[in-house]
């Protein structure tokens, strides 16, 4: 059974920097193509950014690129989504996700993935 817990959100304000971290249990991180997705209140869950399983490269939307950056720690078994110079929209619960895809497209699709954390919130006051 794979599991993915986040951690490290909290109340920050604008112009600051988080960084999330998502652990992965079952099998090792290196194993999935890793998403970062955000739901903010009455809205859909969006995109964020992914690091591919197989080239370990990273692809992000438009509303976070140049500010936010995902990397991977292999022998923690471990995720970090890197937050900076957030804004208030960028509140919102953050999930990350996991899919045993092992091309090389960047999956943007929640329904790409098959495993989901339990989400860390992040808020930002102006």
């Known amino acids: 059974q794979v599991q993915l817990v986040e951690s490290g959100g909290g109340l920050v304000q604008a112009g600051d920097s988080l960084r999330l971290s998502c652990v992965v249990s079952?099998?090792?991180?290196?194993?999935?193509?890793m998403g970062w997705f955000r739901q903010a209140p009455g809205k859909e869950r969006e995109f964020v950014g992914v690091l591919t399983w197989s080239t370990g490269s990273t692809y992000y939307a438009d509303s976070v690129k140049g500010r936010f950056t995902i990397s991977r720690d292999n022998a923690k078994n471990t995720v970090y989504l890197q937050m900076n110079s957030l804004k208030p929209e960028d509140t919102a619960v953050y999930y990350c996700a996991a899919s045993g895809y092992s091309g090389s497209l960047y999956l943007e699709t929640r329904g790409n993935y098959a495993y989901w954390g339990q989400g860390t919130q992040v808020t930002v006051s102006s």
């Open positions: 079952g099998r090792t991180v290196s194993s999935y193509t």
